[in-house]
């Protein structure tokens, strides 16, 4: 915490909210375990493989599905991955994720957050969700008028940090990450902006190893309070 305090001074002094980049499972929506189930599902073809399936999705949160099913073929089925075969993976998990996704309860303080914040400084999404199921889950859950833009795969999140970085002419010191996995962590520090973590209550923190995380959260309502304590 001391190593952000030269920065947090002189935001205060200019009364300045840093730019927002949320994730959105596990951010937004309490909606990983419906990803979780839809994994189990769509690989209930190989029963002797679906737990090691299932615990590398939920080791590697925050790869973009399209990524998991070509580990997947490769490294534990070991089997060649026709375009066929992964055209019906990835239509089919759209499928098995979208109402559990729609119907998903928000983090605890999402919409307060976003309507808080929305309002103060620009708030950006970017998710390893593929961009039009995204666009639809934000249009169905009236979620898209708090983002000045959203972000989703097949696109690495560390290219679209760097890309809105690039676009509002924001310096990384002024931008903060906010995600629920290693794989959010790591898309942080390689764009070099600055890091929270959101573990629910209850879970296992992923981010305890990792010292140069800024602050790990339970829901949106500590992370509102920790950066009204900040900036406001």
Do not use: W
Request: proline fraction near 4%; charged fraction near 25%.
């Amino acid at each position: 915490m001391f190593k952000y305090y030269n920065r947090y001074i002189a935001m205060l002094l200019n009364n300045k909210c840093p730019l927002i980049i949320l994730d959105f499972d596990g951010v937004i929506l309490e909606s990983v375990e419906v990803k979780t189930e839809a994994f189990r599902r769509l690989f209930s073809f190989a029963p002797g493989h679906v737990e090691e399936i299932v615990n590398f999705h939920r080791e590697n949160g925050g790869m973009s599905r399209f990524e998991k099913f070509r580990y997947f073929y490769r490294n534990v089925l070991k089997e060649p991955l026709s375009d066929e075969q992964y055209e019906y993976l990835c239509n089919r998990f759209s499928e098995l994720v979208l109402d559990g996704v729609l119907n998903s309860p928000f983090v605890p303080g999402s919409i307060d957050f976003l309507q808080y914040f929305s309002a103060r400084t620009s708030l950006f999404l970017v998710s390893a969700t593929p961009f039009t199921e995204l666009d639809k889950i934000l249009t169905q859950r009236d979620l898209h008028h708090y983002f000045k833009a959203i972000y989703g795969s097949p696109r690495p999140k560390q290219e679209c940090i760097a890309e809105i970085l690039s676009d509002t002419v924001c310096p990384e010191d002024d931008a903060i990450f906010v995600g629920d996995a290693l794989n959010d962590y790591k898309a942080a520090k390689t764009a070099g902006v600055r890091f929270i973590g959101r573990v629910r209550s209850g879970s296992t923190n992923v981010f305890i190893e990792k010292k140069d995380v800024e602050i790990v959260v339970s829901d949106l309502e500590e992370l509102r309070s920790y950066l009204e304590g900040l900036y406001c």
